[in-house]
């Protein structure tokens, strides 16, 4: 994931504090979040098919 979307993510979250979000910005947060979860998903999905066992 972009390093432009993640630093979005925080700075919505810090807003979101502080002051409270807009429904566009809330459901910006809402996609932009589902995106980065969908991110570590995928990775670590790899990072598990790439383990290997040995005895």
């Known amino acids: 994931m972009e390093k432009a979307k ?3 993510i ?6 979101e504090r502080s ?3 807009s ?4 459901q910006e947060q809402k996609v932009l979040r589902e995106e ?6 995928k990775n670590f999905r790899s990072v ?3 383990i ?3 005895d």
């Open 6 to 8: 993640i630093d979005r």
């Open 10 to 15: 925080s700075e919505l979250s810090r807003k």
């Open 19 to 21: 002051v409270g979000l």
């Open 23 to 26: 429904k566009e910005e809330k």
């Open 36 to 41: 980065y979860l969908s991110a570590i998903r």
């Open 48 to 50: 598990l098919d790439n």
């Open 52 to 54: 290997e066992i040995t």
